[in-house]
Structure formats: C-alpha cells, structure tokens
C-alpha cells in the first residue's frame, strides 16, 4: 500500500537558518503530494502541494519539489523563522477518485530566536 | 460555516462507554474524511463519504467503529463499548468540488478512554 516515510523530529534551528525535511514515499501509479503543517492548537492545513514529477509547490517562503527518480519530496526554506514553529506532514494522495491521504508521522520544528 | 467544526474538543469517557464525536464540514462540501491520530503519530484515514455516501470505510478499525452522514452535511462518529487504544485525537476534514485535492480539517476531537 502507500506510505510515506519523514525524518524524525524533533528539528531545533536557530532563526534565519536553513530547513529541510526530508521526505520519501511508496506509491502505485502518479500520487499527488503534499506538505501539511499543524500550529500548536491549530487543525492542520495546507501548505504546499506538487501534482506531478519535476513540479514545485511553494508557499510562505517554503519549497518542495516532486522527485519521481527518487521518490521525494523534501520541504526546503532559506531563512525559518520562530512563527514557523510547528509540526509538518508530509502526504500524498493517490488519485482514485477522491482525495484519500495517506499521511507520514511528521516532524516537530523548534525554531529559537 | 467558515471553517470545518466538531465538537465535543475533548472527550473521556470510561472504559466500554459509548461515544458519540459531531464533525460540521464547510457548507456545500461533499466529500467528508474522518481520520484517528494517536500521540506523536500522523492522521490515520477511517472512512469517508460522498454526500450521504459512505464509500470507503476501509480504515475502521473494528466493528465499534460506525459513521454515518445521513442528510449529506453532519457526520458523526460513534464508538461503542470504547477501549483505552481508542485513546486519540479524531480528525474530520472535508474537501468540495474545485479545491483541487485541498483538505480543509477541523480542530478534532480528543478522545481519552480511562
């Protein structure tokens, strides 16, 4: 079946570092993937998503792009700052029909001033 | 409403108490997910609805288990004879048609079974 599999947590950068999460996935066929973040006391959202190989989904300064040769989608950004402090997911869907997510067990970042 | 809702936020219940959990998605959503996320785990899918469809309930995780989402809107979760592994925060999101894969989730509903 699907999976998606991301570093393990907890992350602790300093602010204006730089940030990757790397991310991996199993899937049959063309999955859609994603990046999902969860603010402390907030539901999870929506933060980026790339539908197809070589495409790049972006937003808020984070960046992911869809690598079909290696099967991942790691979340990149220049200079992290202390309101990105979170727990991000990262997803894929596998198209069926209906937009069923599979859902890896994230990673925690602290970001210190 | 603007956003996804459920309540109750937090839930305890005993041992083998049945438990009802109320998800309201975003009006004119069609299609409706329920996801159980254990402590430190990402959200696991339980079923989902089309309208008053239920299409897949694969995730399930045993007969206790029942949802239902009867005029299309409203869904409930309900868990019988509850057990201390059903102790998680339960999801509920929902997506309509032009979103493009978008989930819009709910706050979830915390369920501690002592």
């Known amino acids: 079946g699907d999976s998606v599999t991301q570093m393990e947590g907890p992350v602790t950068l300093s602010e204006e570092a730089f940030l990757t999460i790397n991310c991996t996935y199993t899937?049959?066929?063309?999955?859609?993937l994603f990046w999902y973040v969860q603010y402390p006391g907030e539901g999870l959202q929506l933060l980026l998503k790339?539908?197809?190989?070589?495409d790049k989904g972006s937003n808020k300064g984070f960046e992911a792009t869809y690598r079909k040769e290696t099967t991942s989608f790691h979340l990149e950004k220049g200079s992290v700052q202390v309101s990105d402090s979170a727990v991000y997911f990262c997803?894929?869907?596998?198209?069926?029909?209906?937009?069923?997510?599979?859902f890896g067990t994230g990673t925690k970042l602290q970001v210190i001033p | 409403g603007a956003g996804v809702s459920q309540s109750p936020r937090y839930k305890v219940a005993k041992r083998g108490q049945d438990v009802a959990l109320r998800c309201d998605p975003i009006?004119?959503?069609?299609?409706l997910f329920w996801y159980q996320q254990a402590l430190g785990q990402g959200p696991e899918f339980l079923t989902y609805?089309?309208?008053?469809?239920?299409?897949?309930k694969s995730g399930l995780p045993s007969d206790r288990f029942f949802a239902e989402r009867p005029e299309g809107s409203v869904s409930t979760l309900k868990i019988q004879r509850t057990q201390q592994e059903d102790s998680a925060v339960y999801l509920c999101?929902?997506?309509?048609?032009?979103?493009?894969?978008?989930?819009?989730f709910g706050s979830g509903t915390q369920l501690s079974v002592l």
């Open positions: 999101a929902s997506t309509g048609p032009g979103n493009n894969e978008k989930l819009f």
């Open positions: 899937a049959t066929g063309y999955p859609s």
């Open positions: 790339a539908t197809k190989a070589d």
């Open positions: 997803a894929l869907s596998d198209g069926g029909g209906y937009q069923k997510v599979t």
């Open positions: 009006s004119g959503h069609v299609s």
């Open positions: 609805f089309q309208n008053e469809a239920q299409l897949d």
